[in-house]
């Protein structure tokens, strides 16, 4: 079992940045991919950003390339979301999630997910 849990949301004016944290509890956390994903009100849930295990690929959204950055963190666990300029259209839960697959963005694959933190992007 994998327990997932997303820091780092909040209200920043657009242009603005934040850096999303998601700490695993798990022992092996280096064997997952790792992605970011989100949902707005009235959306489905939609692919962000996702890293292979040794953080050698790493996979981004269109809607977020040259602006979102994804990093891990294997001794600590954790992974994180870089998010630069953002823009009101960012606005959403955002979701770490942990798969024991190969880097992907599709959410089938993955297997645990966290509670999700929101982020608000005013304009």
């Known amino acids: 079992q994998v327990q997932l849990v997303e820091s780092g949301g909040g209200l920043v004016q657009a242009g603005g940045s934040l850096r999303l944290s998601c700490a695993a509890s798990?022992?092996?956390?280096?064997?997952?991919?790792m992605g970011w994903f989100r949902q707005a009100p009235g959306n489905e849930r939609e692919f962000v950003a996702a890293?292979?295990?040794?953080?050698?690929?790493?996979y981004y959204a269109d809607s977020v390339k040259g602006r979102f950055t994804i990093s891990r963190d294997n001794a600590k666990n954790t992974v994180y979301l870089q998010m630069n300029s953002l823009k009101p259209e960012d606005t959403a839960n955002y979701y770490c999630?942990?798969?024991?697959?190969?880097?992907?963005?599709?959410?089938?694959?993955?297997?645990?997910w966290g509670q999700g933190t929101q982020v608000t992007v005013s304009s």
């Open positions: 798990v022992r092996t956390f280096s064997a997952y991919v």
């Open positions: 999630a942990s798969g024991y697959s190969r880097i992907t963005t599709d959410q089938g694959k993955y297997d645990y």
């Open positions: 890293i292979s295990w040794s953080a050698g690929s790493t």
